[in-house]
């Protein structure tokens, strides 16, 4: 697996999505599926699972959170009939945000929630069709218009090996909010490109916990690292879960968590799923110790 993925926070229509977006999308598989039982939202179903280059994991977590365009899964195709094609397929049923047209930054360009809300973006870019066909788009608005470079800083900082390959500013009176900085820039996260972008009329929406970005730890200390750089809000810790000072929501998750839900007695399992739910930072000899019932 990638040390990022893509963790989507459907109600109650996880697998219906995933098998959609497998039928839209050739290079797509389903890896893994297991349920977390007697959670707060009763049994979750997880799917983790691989679009192209990117992957992800869906659950069923109930209707707390919902997906807006702060984070897009953006699509780099060869031409304009290969994004006409899929955005037939895919913005089936789904809302445009910029209706399917040509554009100045691309010949064949398309913003738009599908029907399960999640916000896709398809352009003309055969460079990045190649080797990243797929890539996150976060987009810095309402409250933290205009923070993209600050936080392009902070996580490359964090993230061993993190490069910055792009900068664009808007030009003096291009944005018509003034806190907006940069119209577009590329972070290379592990195998893993992030663009991040200033909303240039300030936007209405923020990150929540619908589109989080789940971290797979090797190791304790890998755990408390990123947490301890990561986390800044104590009120949003929770099963591993944290919010940022953008507020983008991540998830610290040690890949030992799911070897020790791999396999086991139902009772086993769920003793391990209850310590979870109890806990804001995971920790791992917690975990080992309640499945085993040390």
Same mark, same amino acid.
């Given at each position: 697996?990638?040390?990022?993925?893509?963790?989507?926070?459907?109600?109650?229509?996880?697998?219906?999505?995933?098998? +959609? !977006?497998?039928?839209?999308?050739?290079?797509?598989?389903?890896?893994?599926?297991?349920? !977390?039982?007697?959670?707060?939202?009763?049994?979750?179903?997880?799917?983790? +699972?691989?679009?192209?280059?990117?992957?992800?994991?869906?659950?069923?977590?109930?209707?707390? +959170?919902?997906?807006?365009?702060?984070?897009?899964?953006?699509?780099?195709?060869?031409?304009?009939?290969?994004?006409?094609?899929?955005?037939?397929?895919?913005?089936?049923?789904?809302?445009?945000?910029?209706?399917?047209?040509?554009?100045? +930054?691309?010949?064949?360009?398309?913003?738009?929630?599908?029907?399960?809300?999640?916000?896709?973006?398809?352009?003309?870019?055969?460079?990045?069709?190649?080797?990243?066909?797929?890539?996150?788009?976060?987009?810095?608005?309402?409250?933290?218009?205009?923070?993209?470079?600050?936080?392009?800083?902070?996580?490359? =900082?964090?993230?061993?090996?993190?490069?910055?390959?792009?900068?664009?500013?808007?030009?003096?009176?291009?944005?018509?909010?003034?806190?907006?900085?940069?119209?577009?820039?590329?972070?290379?996260?592990?195998?893993?490109?992030?663009?991040?972008?200033?909303?240039?009329?300030?936007?209405?929406?923020?990150?929540?916990?619908?589109?989080?970005?789940?971290?797979?730890?090797?190791?304790?200390? =890998?755990?408390?690292?990123?947490?301890?750089?990561?986390?800044?809000?104590?009120?949003?810790?929770?099963?591993?879960?944290?919010?940022?000072?953008?507020?983008?929501?991540?998830?610290?998750?040690?890949?030992?968590?799911?070897?020790?839900?791999?396999?086991?007695?139902?009772?086993?399992?769920?003793?391990?799923?209850?310590?979870?739910?109890?806990?804001?930072?995971?920790?791992?000899?917690?975990?080992?110790?309640?499945?085993?019932?040390?």
């Amino acid at each position: 697996m990638q040390h990022l993925i893509s963790h989507l926070w459907f109600d109650d229509e996880a697998s219906e999505a995933v098998n +959609f !977006y497998l039928s839209v999308f050739e290079d797509a598989e389903i890896l893994n599926e297991m349920v !977390y039982e007697d959670t707060p939202s009763g049994d979750a179903l997880s799917i983790e +699972f691989r679009l192209e280059n990117l992957y992800f994991n869906a659950i069923n977590g109930g209707p707390q +959170f919902k997906f807006n365009p702060s984070i897009s899964i953006m699509v780099s195709l060869p031409d304009g009939p290969a994004v006409d094609k899929l955005y037939g397929e895919l913005a089936e049923g789904g809302t445009d945000l910029m209706p399917l047209d040509s554009y100045p +930054f691309s010949e064949r360009y398309a913003w738009f929630a599908d029907q399960y809300g999640l916000t896709w973006q398809l352009m003309v870019d055969s460079d990045h069709a190649k080797s990243e066909k797929l890539r996150l788009n976060l987009l810095f608005s309402n409250a933290v218009c205009g923070k993209a470079e600050e936080a392009l800083d902070f996580y490359q =900082e964090i993230f061993e090996g993190a490069e910055i390959r792009a900068v664009s500013k808007y030009s003096e009176g291009e944005a018509p909010d003034e806190r907006a900085k940069i119209n577009y820039a590329e972070l290379v996260i592990g195998e893993n490109e992030l663009v991040l972008m200033d909303h240039g009329a300030g936007g209405d929406f923020t990150f929540n916990e619908a589109y989080s970005l789940l971290i797979l730890c090797a190791s304790q200390a =890998e755990v408390d690292y990123y947490w301890e750089k990561l986390s800044s809000d104590p009120n949003a810790e929770q099963c591993g879960w944290l919010k940022d000072k953008f507020g983008v929501a991540w998830q610290i998750v040690p890949i030992r968590m799911y070897e020790l839900m791999a396999e086991g007695t139902e009772e086993e399992l769920n003793r391990v799923t209850q310590a979870m739910l109890k806990m804001k930072k995971i920790d791992i000899e917690a975990l080992e110790n309640a499945k085993y019932g040390i």
